[in-house]
Nanobody, 124 residues
Framework: VQLQASGGGLVQAGGSLRLSCAAS????????MGWFRQTPGKEREFVAA????????YSADFVTGRFTISRDNDKNAVYLQMNNLKPEDTAVYYC??????????????????WGQGTEVTVSS
C-alpha cells in the first residue's frame, strides 16, 4: 500500500486545514487508518484513527472538538479536518495504515504503511 498525504500549508491561528491521504489499493477500505504528527526534536505522536467502516473513531485529547477524521472508501481516502488551529499544532502530519487490527489504535507499532508526510505551519 502506498499512501500520499496532501493538504498541508501555512495558516494563521484559529484557521482551518483539511488534510487528505490517498491509498493506492482498494484493500485500503478494510483497514484502520490513522494520522500522526511530529515536530523537530520530538517523538511522533498519535492524532486520530478510525475503523474501516467509520463506526469507531479515536482521537487524542488535545484535538478533541477541533479535529475530525473521516474517510471515503470509494475513493480510498482518509481525511483530517483541522479547525481552530493553534501554533502548537505545527508539525509534519503523517497518515498510516494498520492492516492487522479492526480497532483504531494509538500505537505507532500497529501501523505498517506510512505516507510521506505533509507539513502544517500555524502562525500566531
Amino acid at each position: 500500500v502506498q499512501l500520499q498525504a496532501s493538504g498541508g500549508g501555512l495558516v494563521q491561528a484559529g484557521g482551518s486545514l483539511r488534510l487528505s491521504c490517498a491509498a493506492s489499493e482498494r484493500t485500503f477500505s478494510t483497514y484502520v487508518m490513522g494520522w500522526f504528527r511530529q515536530t523537530p526534536g520530538k517523538e511522533r505522536e498519535f492524532v486520530a484513527a478510525m475503523s474501516w467502516s467509520g463506526g469507531r473513531r479515536y482521537s487524542a485529547d488535545f484535538v478533541t472538538g477541533r479535529f475530525t477524521i473521516s474517510r471515503d472508501n470509494d475513493k480510498n481516502a482518509v481525511y483530517l479536518q483541522m479547525n481552530n488551529l493553534k501554533p502548537e499544532d505545527t508539525a509534519v502530519y503523517y497518515c498510516a495504515v494498520d492492516p492487522d487490527t479492526r480497532v483504531p489504535s494509538s500505537r505507532q507499532n500497529d501501523y505498517v504503511y506510512w505516507g510521506q508526510g505533509t507539513e502544517v505551519t500555524v502562525s500566531s
